[in-house]
């Protein structure tokens, strides 16, 4: 069974850091694209960046040049840092892999940006 299990989220005021972590387990975690997605109060989950087993990074236009998506593949673990954050950033962020046809996700981490 696959698990994912985000972490990181907090409170931040604008124009702070955080970074998120994903730790996956039961997974060939080394060929997976991961992937990070969040949903803001009253909106649908979007696309926030993700990352292919070989390093290619695929980000939303609205964390370009904010966010930066990594991966540990010795720990199995995904990271987003976020730099310069937004209250627009505000959202449960969730972490994701597909495999087979099948998208896999953790619970989630609320980040909150706010004065």
């Known amino acids: 069974q696959v698990q994912l299990e985000e972490s990181g989220g907090g409170v931040v005021q604008p124009g702070g850091s955080l970074r998120l972590s994903c730790a996956a387990s039961?997974?060939?975690?080394?060929?997976?694209?991961m992937g990070w997605y969040r949903r803001a109060p009253g909106e649908q989950r979007e696309l926030v960046a993700t990352?292919?087993?070989?390093?290619?990074?695929n980000y939303a236009d609205s964390v370009k040049g904010r966010f930066t998506i990594s991966r540990d593949n010795a720990k199995n673990t995904v990271y987003l840092q976020m730099n310069s954050l937004k209250p627009e950033d505000t959202a449960v962020y969730y972490c994701?892999?597909?495999?087979?046809?099948?998208?896999?996700w953790g619970k989630g981490t609320l980040v909150t940006v706010s004065s």
């Open positions: 039961r997974i060939i975690f080394s060929i997976s694209r």
């Open positions: 990352i292919t087993g070989g390093g290619s990074t």
């Open positions: 994701n892999v597909p495999i087979l046809g099948t998208d896999y």
